[in-house]
């Protein structure tokens, strides 16, 4: 009951690139904790709106129109069916929260997909 | 479309303790930025699950059972129904995230209630 979560600690615990880890679920949705370097692939999430807030280091959100650049204390939501491609140019740390049935490649099928269920929690 | 939002300007924006600002709004949840100092009421949401995360200092989230106390990149979730009350002996900035129709003092009527139709989107 009275478990809190330092961020840190759950930072250092992993070190896979692109593979969020669930570090609390709540009124349907997930907190995740994820480290990107790299280029993602593009996808959207039909149904899904989806927050990235950097808690260390920066990173790169392109869209379709533009792209937005995130430092750490940043956060972007991309919201649902727009088509997004994360990338890193070094490792970044940040913090994901959306509804925990989202697929992390969304609807395309990738070697980064993961499906909801299999999600490790941390 | 492309606009980010930086936590500290949102902070930096508001002085009033214990009236959280909506800060974001996906998938039918507020994530809120708030400062506290002192103490809240006890009350309790039974419909919602709160995640309260420290971007700036600390706090203490008195339960029945226990006290939690948050460090920054510290959070905790309070379960529905589970009694709390939030406390700082300085001023905090914590990060709510919680179902868009959370009320703020939850089941108790208070001087710092605010409807959640009333809260201010910075």
Same sequence: chains 1, 2.
Avoid at 9 to 27: G, H, I, Q, R, T
Avoid at 28 to 41: M, N, R, T
Avoid at 59 to 88: N, S
Avoid at 97 to 108: L, Y
Wanted: aromatic share 10%.
């Amino acid at each position: 009951m009275t478990e809190k979560i330092n961020l840190a600690e759950k930072f250092a615990s992993f070190d896979e690139l692109w593979v969020p880890k669930v570090v609390a679920e709540l009124n349907g949705q997930y907190l995740k904790a994820a480290k990107f370097q790299g280029e993602y692939v593009w996808h959207s999430h039909a149904n899904e709106d989806e927050l990235f807030l950097v808690t260390k280091g920066s990173m790169r959100i392109r869209l379709r129109d533009g792209v937005v650049e995130l430092q750490e204390g940043e956060f972007f939501v991309v919201p649902r069916g727009v088509e997004h491609k994360p990338e890193a140019d070094e490792v970044v740390e940040c913090l994901l929260f959306e509804p925990a049935e989202t697929r992390n490649t969304g609807d395309v099928d990738h070697a980064y997909t993961i499906e909801a269920r299999d999600l490790e929690r941390i």
